[in-house]
């Protein structure tokens, strides 16, 4: 319990402090509860995408491995494909919490090597590894978004434990031992003015007697 002078000010000090606390546990129950939902749409989506980049990723080395059996080692038409330079990484808020939103900017799909040296199995190794490519940014997406759903989660949670377990009864405590010493020297003081009261009483009462 705070050690607060048992004034009439303090008492509106801390019911508007226990009130601020209550509002705040408030706001960060529902923030972690819209923080909760998001990351469970967000982790079952992740499943759905594992999977698929998984059978996505083992096509693309089957496709690559016939592609080197037909072709030989295909390093030198690789180095042909031009480096990725259409991602693009932005932001967006939910409940304050900054999550990526991951584009990869669509381009039309060119071979860039010739087709005299060349066999169909390269072409559907370039082909699989381009959806494993499209598939990865979208995973990477939503599992960044995951990483900080959690982390905003856990601190959330932090934040809301301290306002119920602790602010919110010690300002309780507080308010009701100052509400409680107030009401104590009400009483006292009604006690006094009693006395005080009855005592001229007394006095006026033995004036009279006297002036008899």
Request: charged share 30%; net charge positive; hydrophobic share 40%.
């Amino acid at each position: 319990m705070m050690q607060v002078f048992p004034t009439k000010g303090n008492l509106i000090a801390m019911k508007r402090s226990l009130a601020l606390a209550l509002l705040g546990y408030d706001l960060l129950d529902r923030k972690r509860n819209i923080l909760i939902r998001e990351l469970m749409s967000l982790v079952d989506k992740a499943g759905e995408l594992r999977g698929y980049i998984e059978d996505s990723y083992r096509d693309a080395y089957l496709a690559l491995m016939n592609a080197n059996i037909s072709q030989g080692i295909v390093s030198p038409y690789a180095n042909c494909v031009p480096i990725e330079d259409g991602l693009e990484i932005t932001t967006r808020s939910v409940m304050g919490v900054d999550l990526p939103k991951v584009t990869l900017r669509e381009r039309p799909l060119e071979l860039n090597y010739g087709f005299l040296n060349t066999t169909s199995e390269l072409d559907c190794a370039y082909l699989a590894f381009d959806k494993v490519k499209k598939a990865t940014a979208v995973l990477a997406e939503v599992e960044n978004s995951i990483y900080r759903l959690s982390a905003a989660i856990r601190k959330t949670q932090r934040r809301a434990n301290a306002l119920r377990n602790i602010i919110i009864p010690a300002d309780r405590e507080t308010v009701k031992y100052i509400s409680d010493s107030l009401e104590e020297k009400e009483r006292e003081e009604f006690s006094r003015l009693k006395v005080i009261k009855a005592v001229k009483l007394t006095k006026q009462a033995a004036r009279k007697e006297q002036d008899v």
